[in-house]
C-alpha cells in the first residue's frame, strides 16, 4: 500500500502510512496461528505446557530475540537488514563484562556504550558509506564477535555476584518476569514510536519510496542512520537480558540470533523491502518462535523432527496470512 | 600475534612462490636455513636446524578450540628449536584447505592439523604426505591411513562411558537423567550421547531413564534456554549429562535461576577451568571428563620427534607411535587437584 501512497503523495505533505487493511489481517492470522499453538501444546503436553510458570518462561525467553526484533522492524521498515545484532550482542555483554568489577550499573553502561558505537559504525557505513547493509552488517557480524573474542581473552567473565544485573535475568515484578517487562516496555514503545510519531512515518516512507521521501522533505540519511543506532542499542539490551539470565558475560552467545530476529519480524508481516512494518506483527511472530521452541523440548522430539516441524510451522504461517489478503 | 604469523605465512609463501617461478625453488631469501633440509621423502630426518611446523585448526570461537591453538603455541616456545607457524580463524572446510595449501607453499617440516571435517580436509593432507611432509592429524580422524603420519586424539565415546558409568555408581542405578547434547549430527555428539547410553545399559539395564535428551550446540545461552525448557517439563531430574563445559554454564544457571540446584547434580566434559572450579567447591557440578586440549601441545612434540627421526624414550619402537588415544579421565573433587593445570 505505501509504496504507492508515497508515489502519489510526492511534492504534497508527507504520506502517512496508518497500519490498516492488510495489516491488520495479517496481525489476527498470527494470533490464529499462536492460538493453535497454544491448543495443541496443551493437548500434546497437558502437563506442562500451558501453565503459567512454564507461559512466564516463554515470555522470559522470547525478551532476548524479541528486544531484537523490535529494532530488527525499523531496520527491515527502511529496506535494510542487520545481519550484525547477534554478534553484536556478544559484544556488548563482553564490554559489560570488562567493568563488571566496579558494579551493575558499570555493567549496564559498558554494554549500551558498546551496543552505542557498534550501531554508530554500522549506521555511519550504511547512511553516509553508501555501503549496502547486507554487506556493512555482514563486516560488523565478524568484527563484532571478533572483538569480543579479543577483550574477552576468549574466556567468560562470571557476573554470579552482580545482583543488579542478574535481576533482568531472574528478577520478577508482581510475578512477571523483568526480562518480560523490559521486552513488553519496549514492544510499547516502538509501537507508539512507530506509529504516532513523525519519525515512525518518516522510517516507513524512506522505505516504501526513497526518493519520494526525500522529495517530501525526509532527511533520508539520517533516518537510515538512525534505524542502525536502534539495533546496536537493542543488542546492548539484549545482551543485559541474556548476561543477567546466564549470570556470566561470555563472547561465543547471540549465535544466529539474527536470523531468528528477522525470521520473526517477517512473519509478523513487516515487508523485507520495507516500506510495511508492524510492531504488534513482529510481537507475535516472536511469540511464535518461542512457543515452537518450548513445545518441541518440551515434547523431547529428536533434533530433526524438531527441525523439520518449526520449518512447516513457518511456512505454514506465511502461507496462512496469504490467504487472508 | 596472530596477524604476524599470518602475514609471516603469507609473505613467506609469496617469497617461496616467486622464487619458484624463478624455477629454482630450493633457494629463497626467506626461507634462509631450510635450504639444506630434504624437499621430500617422507623418511627424511632433519638433525641440525629448527623444526619448521605448519598448524591449521579451525577458528578458536570456543573455549576447547581456542585452548588447541594455545597449546600448540606455547610448546615450541618451549621446545625452543621448534619454529610455528600457525594459523587460525576459519570456519569452514574449504578455507581451510585454502589456508593448508598456503601453509605448505612456506615448504615445512611438518604439518600440525585439527582438520574442520576430515574428509574435506583430507586431499590437501594426502597432498602434503606426498610432498614427504609428515602430517599429524589432532582430533579429529582422516578415514585414509595415507593421510597422516600420526593421530592424537581423544576418547568421545570413552567421555560417555565414563560419565555413563559415573551416573550409574552415583546413582546407584536408578532415576531421573536429562542429557544435553552438543551439535546435532556431528560424530563428537553421536560419540558421547553413543558412550552414555551404552554404559548405563550395561550397567543398569533400564534402571536409569533418559528422560530428555536435547542439543544445545555447545553454547551456553542455547543451553540455558534447552534447559529451562526442559525443567519445565521434568518435574523429576536426578542428574545432568552434558556433552561440554562451557555450555553447561548456561545449564547451571537454569538450574540455579530455577532454584532447583539441591534436586540434582551436573556432569560436564573437556575439562574447563571454571568447571574445575565449580568442581572443587562441591554441590551441583559434580564431575568432568577430559577431553583434553593439550593433545595439540603432545602434537607438536610428535612433530619434532617425527621431523627428528626419533621415537619416545619410554616406548621400545625407535619411531612416534602411529595413533595415541588420550585418555578421557573423570575428574571429581577426589582427583581435581592433580588434573587442574591441564585445564584451559
Redesign the interface.
Known amino acids: 500500500m505505501s509504496t504507492t501512497d508515497a508515489a502519489s503523495g510526492e511534492g504534497r505533505s508527507l504520506p502517512l502510512p496508518k497500519p490498516k487493511g492488510r495489516i491488520q489481517l495479517q496481525e489476527y492470522a498470527l494470533v490464529g496461528v499462536v492460538a493453535l499453538i497454544l491448543i495443541v501444546g496443551a493437548i500434546l503436553e497437558p502437563d506442562s505446557f500451558l501453565t503459567s510458570d512454564n507461559m512466564l518462561n516463554v515470555l522470559r525467553q522470547a525478551s532476548v530475540v524479541g528486544v531484537l526484533a523490535i529494532g530488527m522492524t525499523f531496520v527491515i521498515a527502511t529496506g535494510g537488514i542487520d545481519l550484525s545484532v547477534g554478534s553484536m550482542v556478544a559484544c556488548a555483554a563482553v564490554a559489560g563484562g570488562q567493568l563488571a568489577e566496579s558494579g551493575s550499573m558499570a555493567f549496564v553502561l559498558g554494554a549500551l556504550a558498546m551496543g552505542l558505537v557498534l550501531g554508530g559504525i554500522n549506521a555511519s557505513a550504511i547512511a553516509f558509506g553508501r555501503v549496502v547493509p547486507f554487506i556493512a552488517t555482514l563486516a560488523m557480524f565478524t568484527m563484532a564477535r571478533g572483538l569480543a573474542l579479543w577483550l574477552s581473552d576468549k574466556t567468560p567473565v562470571s557476573l554470579f555476584s552482580l545482583d543488579g544485573v542478574r535481576w533482568f535475568g531472574n528478577g520478577e515484578v508482581i510475578g512477571i518476569p523483568s526480562a518480560a517487562i523490559v521486552f513488553l516496555a519496549i514492544t510499547a514503545f516502538a509501537w507508539v514510536l512507530l506509529n504516532r510519531t513523525r519519525y515512525g512515518r518518516y522510517v516507513v516512507a524512506t522505505g516504501g519510496n526513497r526518493e519520494a521521501a526525500r522529495i517530501a522533505g525526509v532527511k533520508v540519511p539520517w533516518i537510515v542512520f538512525s534505524v542502525y543506532v536502534i539495533t546496536g542499542i537493542c543488542a546492548a539490551i539484549a545482551a543485559i537480558l541474556v548476561s543477567g539470565r546466564l549470570a556470566s558475560a561470555s563472547p561465543i552467545i547471540g549465535n544466529l540470533y539474527e536470523l531468528d530476529a528477522i525470521a520473526a519480524v517477517v512473519i509478523g508481516g513487516s515487508a523485507l523491502q520495507g516500506g510495511r512494518a508492524t510492531i504488534v506483527g513482529t510481537f507475535l511472530g516472536v511469540i511464535t518462535f518461542a512457543l515452537i521452541f518450548n513445545l518441541l523440548t518440551l515434547m523431547d522430539l529428536a533434533v530433526e523432527i524438531q527441525q523439520i516441524t518449526k520449518g512447516l510451522i513457518i511456512l505454514a504461517a506465511v502461507l496462512v496470512q496469504r490467504k487472508e489478503r | 600475534m596472530s596477524i604476524k604469523h599470518i602475514a609471516g605465512a603469507l609473505s613467506l609463501s609469496l617469497a617461496l612462490g616467486l622464487a619458484a617461478c624463478g624455477g629454482d625453488d630450493s633457494s629463497s631469501s626467506d626461507a634462509g636455513d631450510n635450504q639444506s633440509k630434504p624437499t621430500s621423502g617422507s623418511s627424511a630426518t632433519k638433525t641440525d636446524g629448527p623444526v619448521k611446523i605448519a598448524f591449521s585448526a579451525p577458528g578458536?570461537?570456543?573455549?576447547w578450540m581456542?585452548a588447541i591453538t594455545e597449546n600448540a603455541r606455547d610448546e615450541a616456545e618451549k621446545l625452543g628449536d621448534v619454529e610455528l607457524q600457525a594459523a587460525e580463524g576459519v570456519t569452514d572446510s574449504a578455507a581451510q584447505a585454502d589456508q593448508v595449501e598456503t601453509l605448505l607453499a612456506g615448504k615445512p617440516d611438518a604439518l600440525v592439523i585439527l582438520p574442520n571435517e576430515p574428509d574435506a580436509l583430507m586431499p590437501v593432507a594426502q597432498k602434503a604426505m606426498a610432498a614427504g611432509i609428515p602430517v599429524i592429524d589432532i582430533d579429529r580422524e582422516f578415514t585414509e591411513q595415507g593421510a597422516f603420519r600420526s593421530l592424537i586424539t581423544g576418547d568421545n565415546y570413552g567421555i560417555g562411558y565414563q560419565a555413563g558409568n559415573y551416573f550409574a555408581d552415583q546413582l546407584k542405578c536408578s532415576g531421573n537423567v536429562v542429557e544435553i547434547q552438543g551439535i546435532?549430527?556431528i560424530p563428537v555428539t553421536e560419540q558421547r550421547s553413543q558412550g552414555f547410553s551404552d554404559a548405563l545399559k550395561r550397567k543398569c539395564q533400564d534402571g536409569v531413564k533418559i528422560?530428555?535428551?536435547?542439543?544445545a550446540?555447545f553454547?551456553?545461552?542455547?543451553g540455558?534456554?534447552?534447559m529451562?525448557?526442559?525443567l519445565?517439563?521434568q518435574?523429576d531430574i536426578d542428574a545432568v549429562y552434558t556433552h561440554d563445559d562451557?555450555m553447561a554454564?548456561?545449564v547451571v544457571?537454569a538450574i540455579?535461576?530455577a532454584g532447583r540446584e539441591d534436586e540434582m547434580f551436573l556432569t560436564g566434559a573437556g575439562g574447563s577451568k571454571?568447571a574445575m572450579d565449580q568442581i572443587k567447591k562441591g554441590g551441583l557440578y559434580r564431575a568432568t571428563f577430559l577431553y583434553n586440549p593439550s593433545m595439540s601441545a603432545s602434537a607438536i612434540r610428535m612433530a619434532r620427534k617425527i621431523v627428528r627421526g626419533e621415537g619416545f624414550e619410554d616406548l621400545t619402537e625407535p619411531e612416534v607411535p602411529q595413533k595415541i588415544t588420550v585418555p578421557a579421565t573423570t575428574v571429581t573433587k577426589e582427583n581435581v587437584d592433580d588434573v587442574q593445570e591441564l585445564g584451559f
Not at chain 2, 60 to 63: E, S, V, Y
Open positions: 578458536a570461537d570456543h573455549g581456542a546435532a549430527g528422560v530428555a535428551s536435547q542439543p550446540d553454547v551456553p545461552d542455547k540455558l534456554s534447552v529451562e525448557n526442559i519445565q517439563a518435574k562451557d554454564e548456561g544457571s540455579q535461576n571454571a
